[in-house]
T-cell receptor, first 115, second 109 residues
């Protein structure tokens, strides 16, 4: 019944490794997002996908790559992990972009720790 | 640049009322959101304002003044479970959400 589910919830890994976080939503929403929340609690948009098309790509390193096999899934792949990548990554979805009342539903978050 | 300001932390007493302020400077305006985030959990939607005035939803109310670039979230009859961070976010003219850093609200018995 979980609306937005992401896995894994916790991820501890070494610098230089490659890792992926998966996200799925069963709300029938058209848009999905990846956010990064650092230790100062700022939520920073990383990517959003609308109907499998990347529509926002903020200035994130190209080590981060989103992959969306269909509109219910948006995975995040990270290459060559660095210490500064340690954060909580939230997946979210919304009914549509370009609408004022664009309420986000967030997943529970994936806490990434890079050692 | 675009900016959202809200206090870092506030403390209030159980049963009391607290007002959390948010001021913003953004490129255009398509609405203001308040989200609640308990420690270690995901943000959850509380309210949306696009027109000036007060929106009431149970113990929580949200106010907006577009001319002043100002909003507040009012929480009444505070309960211990209201201890959380409250995030203010504004949707700009490109329908992108600009987030504040959040206000950590501590409720004391």
């Amino acid at each position: 019944d979980t609306a937005v589910s992401q896995t894994p919830k916790y991820l501890v890994t070494q610098m230089g490794n490659d890792k992926s976080i998966k996200c799925e939503q069963n709300l029938g929403h058209d848009t999905m997002y990846w956010y990064k929340q650092d230790s100062k609690k700022f939520l920073k948009i990383m990517f959003s996908y609308n109907n499998k098309e990347l529509i926002i790509n903020e200035t994130v390193p190209n080590r981060f790559s989103p992959k969306s096999p269909d509109k219910a899934h948006l995975n995040l792949h990270i290459n060559s992990l660095e210490l500064g990548d340690s954060a909580v990554y939230f997946c979210a979805s919304s009914q549509a972009l370009g609408s004022g009342a664009n309420v986000l539903t967030f997943g529970a978050g994936s806490r990434l720790t890079v050692l | 640049g675009q900016n959202i300001d809200q206090p870092t932390e506030m403390t209030a007493t159980e049963g009391a009322i607290v007002q959390i302020n948010c001021t913003y400077q953004t490129s255009g305006f398509n609405g203001l959101f308040w989200y609640q985030q308990h420690a270690g959990e995901a943000p959850t939607f509380l309210s949306y304002n696009v027109l000036d005035g007060l929106e009431e939803k149970g113990r929580f109310s949200s106010f907006l003044s577009r001319s002043k670039g100002y909003s507040y979230l009012l929480l009444k009859e505070l309960q211990m479970k209201d201890s959380a961070s409250y995030l203010c976010a504004v949707m700009d003219s490109n329908y992108q959400l600009i987030w504040g850093a959040g206000t950590k609200l501590i409720i004391k018995p």
